[in-house]
């Protein structure tokens, strides 16, 4: 059972690039999250989804889409990087409210520089 | 806006000593959580909190929540060095806003 799997884990970024980070989980949750973790600030929601193709904004999405056109994917992606995104990011998926325990599964991260 | 406050963000402790970290948060909630982040890992779910007065043990640590004072304690009873990570606790404001918000984190250090 792989849980939630990040792809890459490691990435460097010129500013200005786009990348695509993938998010899979095989726990069939229907809620799906990104975050960034910087020091200091624990983490941050960028943008969550609480099923196929539906997608909401967190604390801070600004620079950041995604897109979740199958349950157990989740992609997050940078149109033109800057180093302010310079972090490490993690996804996470859950089941929703109500369905015994909701607490959030996490993947290994992708430590993310832009230079 | 769901503020999590955890204090105190930094902690030492000897081993065989007992402390408390706290959660505050500002807004309604029954759902809180606690996590384990080990450096340069991931983070570990520890526990699940979700209704008023609940208590949860595993081992050396316990987790409480009191939703009227929108508080949460995770108390270390006679801490050894493997409780050495940061530990986070994340608010979930509710069934029609999922916005989980984490605290800033505590970092405990346990020496021998």
């Known amino acids: 059972n792989a849980g939630v799997t990040q792809t890459p884990k490691f990435r460097v970024l010129k500013t200005g690039q786009s990348m695509t980070l993938l998010c899979a989980q095989d726990?069939?949750?229907?809620?799906m999250y990104w975050y960034r973790q910087d020091p200091g600030m624990g983490l941050r929601l960028i943008h969550y989804?609480?099923?196929?193709?539906?997608?909401a904004k967190g604390e801070v999405p600004d620079g950041y889409n995604v897109s979740r056109l199958k349950k157990q994917n989740f992609l997050l992606g940078l149109e033109s990087a800057a180093p302010s995104q310079t972090s490490v990011y993690f996804c996470?998926?859950?089941?929703?409210?109500?369905?015994?325990?909701?607490?959030?599964?996490f993947g290994q991260g992708t430590r993310l520089t832009v230079v | 806006e769901l503020k999590v406050e955890q204090n105190p963000l930094f902690l030492s402790m000897q081993e065989g000593k007992n402390y408390t970290i706290y959660c505050n948060y500002s807004?309604?909630?029954?759902?809180l959580y606690w996590y384990r982040q080990d450096p340069g890992k991931s983070l570990e779910s520890l526990f699940v909190?979700?209704?008023?007065?609940a208590v949860k043990q595993e081992g050396r640590l316990m987790a409480s929540l009191d939703t009227k004072a929108r508080l949460s304690t995770l108390h270390i009873t006679a801490a050894v060095h493997d409780l050495s990570a940061t530990y986070f606790c994340?608010?979930?404001?509710?069934?029609?806003?999922?916005?989980?918000?984490f605290g800033a984190g505590t970092r405990l250090t346990v020496k021998p």
């Open positions: 996470a998926s859950s089941y929703p409210p109500g369905q015994g325990d909701t607490e959030a599964f």
């Open positions: 726990m069939n949750h229907e809620y």
């Open positions: 989804s609480v099923g196929e193709g539906t997608t």
């Open positions: 807004t309604t909630s029954d759902r």
């Open positions: 909190l979700l209704s008023n007065g």
């Open positions: 994340a608010v979930d404001p509710g069934y029609n806003n999922n916005d989980m918000r």
